[in-house]
């Protein structure tokens, strides 16, 4: 959390990244609770020079609903 939005590093060795350049649809767990968010790239270099260099930052803006989900889906 940085200022009261959510942010993901999504360095480019890490699944995030991969999963984040096909979709930006992502669910992420906080506490006990499972939300829907929407990853978007950050390009702001006041919020990115904030996290390790050459790492690929995402704002994670929740859906329309805000609500959290009742659990992860079956795999």
């Known amino acids: 959390m940085l200022d009261d939005e959510l942010y993901v590093d999504a360095a480019a060795s890490r699944k995030w ?3 984040l350049a096909s979709d930006k649809r992502v669910r ?7 939300y829907d968010a929407i990853a978007t790239a950050v ?5 990115t020079e904030r996290f390790l260099e050459g790492r690929t930052i ?3 803006q929740p859906t329309a609903t805000g609500e959290a989900v009742s659990e992860y889906p079956s795999q």
């Open 17 to 19: 990244a991969i999963y």
């Open 28 to 34: 992420v767990k906080l506490g006990e609770s499972v």
């Open 58 to 60: 995402y704002r994670l």
């Open 43 to 47: 390009t702001d270099r006041k919020i």
